[in-house]
């Protein structure tokens, strides 16, 4: 029983900046990925950053630059600091835990949090 709980989206305008949170409740082991995706309207959802619980990182091209992902281990919570946004930031952007074992891999999902970037 795991739970994602993500905040910080909002209208932004071009070149501005905001923070994304995303607190992980439940049964959670202790080494895991967290990550922040992306879906814009009519399009795929992609991956923007993930962090190990080890701290290893990785960004998408289009946001390596500008965003930074960030974890507190003891909180179970997964930032993403967004700046000089572009109004092709805009989607709904959904937090994601993995969690690894020996024989399986578990995801879970947030319910999104809405980012619009004004230009």
């Known amino acids: 029983q795991v739970q994602l709980v993500e905040s910080g989206g909002g209208l932004v305008q071009a070149g501005g900046s905001l923070r994304l949170s995303c607190a992980a409740s439940g049964s959670i082991n202790s080494i895991n990925t967290m990550g922040w995706y992306r879906q814009a309207p009519g399009k795929q959802r992609e991956l923007v950053a993930t962090i190990t619980s080890g701290g290893s990182t990785d960004y998408a091209d289009s946001v390596e630059d500008r965003f930074t992902i960030s974890r507190d281990n003891a909180k179970n919570t997964v930032y993403l600091q967004m700046n000089s946004l572009k109004p092709e930031d805009t989607a709904v952007y959904y937090c994601?835990?993995?969690?690894?074992?020996?024989?399986?891999?578990?995801?879970?999902w947030g319910q999104g949090t809405q980012v619009t970037v004004s230009s």
């Open positions: 994601k835990l993995k969690i690894r074992t020996i024989l399986i891999t578990r995801d879970y």
